[in-house]
Every structure is written in C-alpha cells, then in structure tokens.
C-alpha cells in the first residue's frame, strides 16, 4: 500500500488540476500527501491572458521543476496525456521517485499525427500563426477526441467543469517538433535513473496506444507498460479510474517496497 508518499499529478493539454479529482482524493485517502497544479496561463473557460499562445512546453516543465526543488520529499510524478510528456521530459531531467506516464502524448522522435489526431485540430492547425495563438476549447472536439465513450450529457459535464485554451506553440511542439528549434520534446532516455510506466488506451483517437508502445519501445528497460484495450483517453471517472488507479498503485507498491 501506498502510504506517506509526496504525488504530483500533472494535467493534459486543455485542461486544468481538477481532472484529477478522483486521483487526488483516492491517493490522499491512503494517507500520501497530494500536489495538484494547473498549468501557466490555464484557466477554466477561455484563457484572458494572450501570453498562453506562446508558452512551450519547457516553460510548463520549468514551472513544474520549481515546485519540486521546493518539496521535502522526491515526489511520484504521475502526468496524462500532455501532463504524461512533461512528467517524461522531468524524469529524463533526473527528477522523480518514480513516473507515471497515462495516455501519454509523443516525444521528439514519435510520430504524434494521425487521421484522428488531425481531426480533432482541424480547425486550429488552419488558423493563421496557430503556433503563437492560444487554441480555444471546443466541446465538439474535446467529445470526438477524448470524451466519446460518455454519453453527450456527461461528457458536456465533464467539459464544463474542466476545460481550458491550450497554447498553440505547446502543440505544435508535440504535432511538429521537426519545426522546433529548442528542442522541447526531446527525450534521452538514458539519463531517467527512476522506474517508469506507461499507460495506453486502445480506444484513444488523441494520443492513440502506437504513442504508448513506441515510448516503452524507446525507453526499454527503463519503462513498464501497461495496456486496457477498451478504454479511451479519459480515464479520469467510472471503471477506467477504478482500473487505471488499482494498477498505478500495485505497481507504485511494487517498485517502493523493492528497494
């Protein structure tokens, strides 16, 4: 059982902290210690600060170092989706008890478009200066890409409550990192000194389970990989967070009990 632990759970492109909900209260129910940020600039509904367009995802990273320097204890770092590459890209940075990466999104090197991924940023990819701009949440694109197996109702629920604009230069870092200069998704796997897993969904149109088995792919034997088959990328209520949370904490148990 995991128990007296420091966790910081780290949210996906579009979001904000409270997607974790059910993590954060089951973790602290067994007596862990729980951090929960929101991400630059995010905010519930449409960002009010312009400057969200332009934040890279080393800035996200960059924030997320600095509360952990700040901590006492190395902490679990769990991230989904783009929350599950800034936790890689922090773990590659030396950082960590241990890492959690859930659906997450592709680093430097794995192929993050497909037929599904380009329809979901159809409409922003056409924007003029996507890349500098803040891209506004949008349900329909949100249901179609990560909230397809709720019922509509649910799913606008979950959206309302949860939604937030991304930053246009921190997706096309993840789409097109041949177009970054800086470099930011890149990962050299030989410098993570924590054990990692990585979670994939087969139902996942966002960050599709190819994601998933390239990265363990990449990072061999540094990496466990765990598959569910029938889930989708929201695995944040219902069965796919009782599953997802049973697994992280047996092997969560399993990796600090052996050292």
């Given at each position: 059982?995991?128990?007296?632990?420091?966790?910081?759970?780290?949210?996906?492109?579009?979001?904000?902290g409270k997607e974790w909900e059910n993590f954060?209260?089951?973790?602290?129910?067994?007596?862990?210690?729980?951090?929960?940020?929101?991400?630059?600039?995010?905010?519930?509904?449409?960002?009010?600060?312009?400057?969200?367009?332009?934040?890279?995802?080393?800035?996200?990273?960059?924030?997320?170092?600095?509360?952990?320097?700040?901590?006492?204890?190395?902490?679990?770092?769990?991230?989904?989706?783009?929350?599950?590459?800034?936790?890689?890209?922090?773990?590659?940075?030396?950082?960590?008890?241990?890492?959690?990466?859930?659906?997450?999104?592709?680093?430097?090197?794995?192929?993050?478009?497909?037929?599904?991924?380009?329809?979901?940023?159809?409409?922003?990819?056409?924007?003029?200066?996507?890349?500098?701009?803040?891209?506004?949440?949008?349900?329909?694109?949100?249901?179609?890409?990560?909230?397809?197996?709720?019922?509509?109702?649910?799913?606008?629920?979950?959206?309302?409550?949860?939604?937030?604009?991304?930053?246009?230069?921190?997706?096309?870092?993840?789409?097109?990192?041949?177009?970054d200069a800086n470099n930011a998704t890149k990962v050299n796997e030989q410098?993570?000194?924590?054990?990692?897993?990585?979670?994939?969904?087969?139902?996942?149109?966002?960050?599709?389970?190819?994601?998933?088995?390239?990265?363990?792919?990449?990072?061999?034997?540094?990496?466990?990989?765990?598959?569910?088959?029938?889930?989708?990328?929201?695995?944040?209520?219902?069965?796919?967070?009782?599953?997802?949370?049973?697994?992280?904490?047996?092997?969560?148990?399993?990796?600090?009990?052996?050292?």
């Amino acid at each position: 059982m995991i128990k007296g632990q420091t966790i910081l759970l780290i949210h996906g492109a579009g979001s904000i902290g409270k997607e974790w909900e059910n993590f954060q209260r089951a973790f602290e129910t067994l007596g862990n210690k729980v951090i929960v940020p929101t991400l630059r600039f995010h905010e519930l509904g449409q960002s009010t600060s312009p400057d969200l367009g332009q934040t890279s995802i080393l800035d996200y990273v960059e924030d997320i170092e600095r509360i952990i320097v700040s901590l006492d204890q190395d902490p679990i770092i769990i991230g989904h989706s783009m929350g599950g590459l800034i936790a890689l890209v922090i773990c590659a940075r030396g950082f960590g008890k241990l890492g959690i990466f859930i659906t997450p999104a592709a680093p430097s090197g794995i192929n993050a478009i497909t037929p599904t991924v380009l329809r979901i940023f159809f409409r922003n990819i056409f924007r003029w200066k996507f890349w500098t701009k803040p891209v506004p949440p949008n349900f329909s694109s949100a249901y179609y890409g990560v909230l397809h197996d709720l019922e509509r109702d649910h799913a606008k629920k979950v959206f309302d409550k949860s939604h937030s604009a991304e930053s246009g230069r921190a997706l096309c870092e993840i789409g097109f990192p041949f177009l970054d200069a800086n470099n930011a998704t890149k990962v050299n796997e030989q410098t993570i000194e924590c054990p990692t897993l990585i979670i994939g969904a087969g139902r996942d149109r966002i960050t599709p389970i190819q994601i998933a088995r390239k990265l363990k792919r990449k990072l061999k034997s540094k990496a466990d990989l765990i598959e569910f088959p029938h889930f989708s990328h929201y695995i944040m209520e219902g069965i796919e967070f009782e599953q997802v949370f049973e697994e992280c904490l047996n092997w969560m148990s399993e990796k600090i009990n052996s050292k």
